[in-house]
């Protein structure tokens, strides 16, 4: 069955850098889009970056624009995202989703927390 596990999460200060990582299984990986998402504290879950199966397109939120970088590594079935020059409004849980014939697949998410 298809499985998203979400890594690399933690606490980090105003301007530090986290790289997260999603590991997935289940289908080809390959051939499939995927995106990442987060959603802060009493608010709606929100994309932030998407990228395509071939990894060669890639668009992002406003929000994270410049700060932000999603990739993948379809020979190691993982997908990624950099986040540099983290700030408060930062802090969410990010998910991992892929859609695969209709229906869409979640990770259980990573928290990632920006603190002074």
């Known amino acids: 069955q298809v499985q998203l596990v979400e890594s690399g999460g933690g606490v980090v200060e105003p301007g530090d850098a986290l790289r997260l990582s999603c590991a997935a299984s289940g289908f080809t990986f390959s051939t499939i889009d995927m995106a990442w998402y987060r959603q802060a504290p009493g608010r709606e879950r929100e994309v932030v970056a998407r990228?395509?199966?071939?990894?060669?397109?890639?668009n992002y939120a406003d929000s994270v624009k410049g700060r932000f970088i999603i990739s993948r590594d379809n020979a190691k079935n993982t997908a990624y995202l950099q986040m540099n020059s983290l700030e408060h409004e930062d802090t969410a849980v990010y998910y991992c989703?892929?859609?695969?014939?209709?229906?869409?697949?979640w990770g259980n998410g990573t928290l990632v927390t920006v603190s002074s």
């Open positions: 990228i395509n199966s071939a990894g060669n397109i890639v």
């Open positions: 989703k892929t859609r695969k014939w209709g229906i869409d697949y």
